[in-house]
């Protein structure tokens, strides 16, 4: 069965770094765009970064285009998302998404990201 299990949220200060990796089973990996979304309390979920099923393209959120970094590893089926310079502001729930256009959509259970003094 399809599964992507996300990890590496926290609590970290301002300025600090995480790194969330998604480990993905039950589906052929490969072919999947990936993505990470966010989604902070009272807020509605937004594209926080993404990449092609051959990682040889993504794109940002313009509020953390040069401060995050998205990557994938096709072999491990992994994808992951390094977050430097960490704000207040991008406290949310991170998550795991593989789309693979008109024929399906997966989502993570979700990871904790709180930045904080």
């Known amino acids: 069965q399809v599964q992507l299990v996300e990890s590496g949220g926290g609590l970290v200060q301002p300025g600090g770094s995480l790194r969330l990796s998604c480990v993905a089973s039950g589906f052929t990996f490969s072919t999947y765009d990936m993505s990470w979304y966010r989604q902070a309390p009272g807020k509605e979920r937004e594209l926080v970064a993404m990449?092609?099923?051959?990682?040889?393209?993504?794109k940002y959120l313009d509020s953390v285009k040069d401060r995050f970094t998205i990557s994938r590893d096709n072999a491990k089926n992994t994808v992951s998302l390094q977050m430097n310079s960490l704000k207040p502001e991008d406290t949310a729930v991170y998550y795991c998404n593989a789309r693979q256009w008109r024929r399906a959509n997966y989502w993570g259970q979700g990871t904790q990201v709180t930045v904080s003094s």
């Open positions: 990449t092609i099923s051959t990682g040889g393209n993504t």
